[in-house]
């Protein structure tokens, strides 16, 4: 079983920055991927940012050239970096980890990101 405790949301201002932070409560070394996905109010849940256990990262396109998905396996910690936020980014971001034995997925309870324009 693995907990996992997203934090670093909030209220910013369109153009801004804020820093997710996923923390694990098991070792991120033994994931398979670890992965950023965002909900909306009214819209289904859709990816954001995927790392795997090789360090290879895939964006949403939506994102991509704003967002930087990163892993602090010493930490046991995944970030999200995201610049030049916009209105369309408000959503509650969850972090999902993926173990590589078992492929069971594991979901944190969300962080609120809220962009004004």
């Known amino acids: 079983q693995v907990q996992l405790v997203e934090s670093g949301g909030g209220l910013v201002t369109a153009g801004g920055s804020l820093r997710l932070s996923c923390a694990a409560s098991?070792?991120?070394?033994?994931?398979?991927?670890m992965g950023w996905y965002r909900q909306a109010p009214g819209k289904q849940r859709e990816l954001v940012a995927t790392i795997t256990s090789g360090d290879n990262t895939n964006y949403a396109n939506s994102v991509k050239g704003r967002f930087t998905i990163s892993r602090d396996n010493a930490k046991n910690t995944v970030y999200l970096q995201m610049n030049s936020l916009k209105p369309e980014d408000t959503a509650v971001y969850y972090c999902?980890?993926?173990?590589?034995?078992?492929?069971?997925?594991?979901w944190g309870q969300g962080t609120q990101v809220t962009v004004s324009s």
């Open positions: 098991g070792s991120i070394s033994n994931s398979l991927i």
């Open positions: 999902k980890y993926v173990c590589r034995t078992t492929f069971n997925a594991y």
